[in-house]
């Protein structure tokens, strides 16, 4: 029997599954026993789909007894809840939403199920994504289960605290700007943001259209390499989604790094970066030389730019697409009003959060006629300035390797009260959703309080594989993945 303090890694529990270890029934009670033991203190999902879960793992069984191999048979997963699942609630963490069913499944939740997942239920997130601590959840905070006193990171911050306390065996997240990559490195885990259309965007609530991107979230690279071969490729229902080919990601975990070279942008270790965080990546870096990889030192001089410039286009990206919150289509609608212009006045101020709030006004305002120019267009510009950075960079190195966020995971309401701090926090993991290129974070170290550090390595456009050679090969050299909370 699975034991059900330490749910196993993906590979591990497909394993199992196929040895006759235990049936995919008892693994999926073990996480929900896990969840009973701890939920209270770590508090990851909004809803846990126990009935359906249990329906899902029984059907697993009977494919498992027919011999059938699928790669996600059995496999009990937890979906962030901006991602939709049809039967369960899709909120977004969002009073507007209330308890909003999607008809459909996105084409990653879709594939999953089709590929033999379980799943568990849909985790918190900060409201619509907005977030990087999952404080700004409309519904409560999560805890990072290495520290209940710290937040997990966000805005994926429930999946990372979820796959963190072996409350599932791996999880989807989103990342719009370090959605992904912020938690995994804050709670200890393996987070993957794909090359911006390489995972198909269809039912995943939109945030920021030309940003958003749905990853794997697992406890190792291995695990992730085998979610994104289930996940990713083109989908006739995203026109964004990329008619390019899908390598068996797997096959790209066991090549030699020897003779690789990796960039270190100087930009990265600069003042601000918290000393034990540098310590923990330089160190990672000297692993990955120790593995025969070779480091240049390069530069992305519009690093300087990018926390400016994300904000204006991801704003106004979310002002337009939150628009379709108006207490007609979906969830809450105001008991309060006179006439129809009332009406959406009075759901939108009552269901949305201060911090979608403040971003669909400063959105609106870098969209107005007189400021378009000024900020909107300039920040179009500045988003292809940063964008050759990496282009440039990429002619000297095959990886650039770097921290996800100059500080390790934050007290609970440290930076709730100054948007701006949290703001700036984000300035490692923008500019790839700028650029479009792919990001994995990979548990690195620890600082003394023992709060996980993560390794952020960067590829150009549809190099995933390039992520899962270097990552794999630096979790065989180190055992930072192996290391899990006691709650
Ligand atoms: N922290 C960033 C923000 O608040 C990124 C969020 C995300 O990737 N969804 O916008």
């Known amino acids: 029997m699975a034991d059900p303090t330490n749910a196993p890694t993906l590979l591990q529990a497909r394993e199992d599954l196929k040895n006759k270890k235990y049936s995919a029934l008892e693994l999926t009670e073990s996480c929900l026993r896990r969840m009973d033991a701890v939920e209270d203190r770590v508090q990851a999902y909004l809803h846990i789909s126990r009935e359906q879960a249990i329906e899902q793992a029984k059907a697993a069984d ?13 496999v009990p997963l937890a979906i962030k809840d901006n991602i939709c699942t049809q039967g369960l609630p899709s909120t977004c963490a969002s009073k507007i939403l209330g308890q909003f069913k999607s008809p459909y499944n996105a084409t990653s939740v879709d594939r999953a199920l089709k590929a033999g997942a379980v799943i568990l239920g849909k985790t918190n997130l900060d409201e619509f994504a907005m977030g990087s601590t999952t404080e700004n959840s409309g519904i409560h905070p999560t805890r990072n289960p290495w520290d209940l006193e710290r937040v997990p990171g966000g805005s994926s911050g429930g999946s990372a605290a979820a796959v963190a306390a072996k409350e599932c065996v791996a999880a989807l997240g989103s990342d719009t700007g370090g959605s992904i990559r912020q938690p995994a490195s804050f709670c200890g885990v393996t987070g993957l943001k794909p090359t911006y259309g390489r995972v198909s965007r269809f039912g995943l609530v939109a945030f920021a259209s030309s940003l958003d991107q749905i990853g794997p979230m697992t406890q190792t690279v291995d695990d992730a390499a085998v979610l994104m071969n289930v996940i990713g490729g083109k989908d006739p229902l995203d026109s964004t989604s990329a008619d390019v080919p899908m390598p068996d990601f797997t096959q790209a975990l066991n090549r030699n790094v020897k003779g690789m070279k990796v960039g270190i942008p100087r930009e990265y270790f600069t003042e601000g970066i918290d000393p034990e965080v540098e310590t923990a990546v330089q160190n990672a870096i000297k692993t990955l030389q120790s593995l025969g990889m070779e480091t240049v030192e390069v530069s992305l001089p519009h690093t300087k730019y990018a926390v400016a410039t994300y904000y204006i286009l991801a704003c106004a990206e979310a002002s337009a697409n939150l628009s379709r919150y108006d207490g ?23 269901g949305f959060g201060e911090e979608v709030k403040r971003r669909i006004i400063l959105g609106t305002f870098v969209l107005s006629s007189g400021y378009y120019d000024a900020y909107y267009l300039k920040g179009q510009k500045a988003r292809t300035l940063i964008k050759r950075d990496f282009e440039e960079a990429f002619k000297q190195c095959d990886v650039l390797a770097g921290p996800n966020c100059p500080l390790p995971a934050f007290k609970l309401n440290e930076k709730l009260d100054d948007p701006m701090q949290m703001y700036l ?23 003394q309080g023992k709060l996980p550090v993560g390794l952020q390595l960067m590829a150009p456009h549809f190099q995933e594989e390039t992520l899962f050679t270097v990552g794999k090969q630096f979790q065989l050299a180190t055992d930072f993945h192996k290391q899990f909370p006691t709650l």
Do not use: F, W
């Open 62 to 74: 009977e494919r498992i007894a027919r011999g059938d191999d699928a790669p996600l048979l059995g």
């Open 425 to 447: 926090a984000d300035i490692y993991t923008i500019s790839m959703n700028l650029a479009g290129i792919p990001a994995m974070s990979v548990p690195c170290g620890q600082t």
């Open 328 to 350: 007609v289509k979906y969830g809450h609608r105001t008991e309060h009003a006179g006439n129809l212009m009332e009406m959406y006045e009075n759901s939108r101020e009552e």
